[in-house]
């Protein structure tokens, strides 16, 4: 696997800025492109670049100020 990383709804809510709740919410509705092993979702750093690459990701996400 080399160099896999891995972010939990912790780690991306924190980088993202967002309620953990919400991060949760993006993963059930496929915004977020996660696995979830055991009770927990889990995002590659390469699924994180391509949620910024899609049209309208910056719309889809907004932080609170």
């Known amino acids: 696997m080399g ?3 891995l972010f ?3 780690d991306i809510s924190k980088k993202l800025k967002l309620n953990p ?5 993006f993963f059930r509705t496929g ?3 996660g696995r979830k092993m055991g009770k927990r979702w889990y995002l590659t750093e390469e699924a994180l670049r391509d949620y910024f690459k899609e ?9 609170k100020p």
Do not use: C, H, W, Y
Request: glycine content about 4%.
């Open 3 to 5: 160099n896999l990383i």
């Open 8 to 10: 939990d709804v912790q």
């Open 21 to 25: 709740v919400t991060v949760m919410r």
């Open 31 to 33: 915004r977020l492109k």
């Open 55 to 63: 049209p309208g990701s910056s719309q889809k996400a907004r932080p």
